[in-house]
């Protein structure tokens, strides 16, 4: 099992520990590095600003949203810093949910979300090759536009620039067991978000017959300390905000999720308080059992011991969300036993 370096997102700002901890992770042999985005700070310019001080290590959004940029877009800024990192980019997609997508960058969310995601790896997939000039009578990423206020002068075209690696890896993250599904099929691998290793049922059956060097990379947030209690706080304040505030009482993807894997009472119990304004109250109503299952946290024993877990399933990259470090050397010793 890989090690990589999941950074997230910025605050209130960045985070001066970023690149030194992407430098020690590089030195420490970690596989890659990983940014995020949501609503404030774009994954791709940190990734870039990481690649100029870095050398070996990979680099990957966990993840880009689609409903930021056009497929063809994204490809182009793949490209450009698969080019400037020479060969080190990988593409880490998401959909988010209705409130992100129509709320922060005035999208429709689609009817059909597993459709149009089908459509943006096809357009991705299109430019990277750059075999033909890019083409498809989609629903939703058709291209040339040809709606009803089109011009009708749009063209097929193909990038001017000639991809590094037409086969730059596409990951998807994906929660509902449909789009796992559907991601094993169009993507080079997978990022999901919550991932259980005594619970691989719950993201469906597709996980049972992956092809070959599929990548299955959860996220997990890891922390060496001596009161598991005390560490797991930050687990469940993550937790209170994704399923508490990040979706719509009625949809929320993450919610979903966490009532699939026998948490549905507390899902809608961090709901009901998130929502009322009482933030505080559903980060404690998170189940100290649901955020140590998801997460590496405790002394350095409990950590090796519950490693061997996650090992033992399909994950092939364990990307921590580990925030000092200390935590960063100790995980990458007991992964190389």
């Known amino acids: 099992m890989r090690l990589g370096l999941a950074l997230g997102y910025w605050g209130r700002g960045p985070s001066p520990a970023h690149v030194p901890l992407a430098q020690e992770a590089e030195r420490l042999g970690y596989d890659s590095v990983w940014t995020a985005e949501s609503w404030g700070s774009d994954a791709f310019t940190p990734l870039a600003w990481i690649a100029a001080r870095t050398s070996t290590i990979k680099l990957g959004t966990a993840v880009a949203q689609m409903a930021a940029r056009p497929p063809t877009t994204t490809a182009m800024q793949a490209l450009t810093l698969d080019h400037l990192s020479g060969g080190r980019m990988m593409l880490g997609l998401g959909l988010s949910g209705p409130q992100v997508v129509e709320g922060w960058y005035g999208r429709p969310f689609p009817k059909s979300p597993l459709t149009a995601t089908r459509e943006y790896v096809d357009v991705v997939r299109q430019v990277l090759r750059r075999e033909a000039p890019v083409e498809l009578a989609g629903r939703f990423h058709a291209h040339p536009y040809r709606g009803p206020d089109a011009t009708g002068l749009g063209k097929p075209l193909k990038p001017i620039t000639h991809p ?3 086969d730059l890896p596409v990951l998807l993250g994906a929660e509902g067991p449909k789009n796992v599904a559907q991601t094993t099929r169009i993507a080079d691998g997978w990022l999901p978000l919550y991932w259980s290793p005594t619970r691989p049922e719950v993201y469906g059956p597709a996980l049972r017959d992956l092809p070959e ?73 998170v189940p100290d059992a649901f955020a140590d299952e998801i997460s590496l946290v405790g002394p350095r024993e409990r950590i090796a011991e519950r490693l061997e877990l996650w090992r033992e399933g399909p994950v092939t990259d364990l990307l921590a969300l580990a925030p000092d470090p200390h935590t960063l050397r100790v995980l990458a010793e007991l992964n190389s036993r």
């Open 164 to 166: 590094l690696r037409p």
């Open 213 to 285: 060097g599929f990548l299955v990379a959860p996220l997990a947030q890891v922390r060496v300390c001596d009161d598991v209690a005390d560490g797991l706080l930050p687990v469940k304040a993550m937790l209170g905000f994704y399923i508490g505030g990040m979706g719509h009482a009625t949809r929320n993807f993450h919610a979903d999720l966490m009532a699939r894997m026998g948490y549905e009472e507390e899902a809608r119990r961090i709901q009901e308080l998130f929502l009322s304004g009482r933030r505080e109250e559903a980060v404690l109503a």
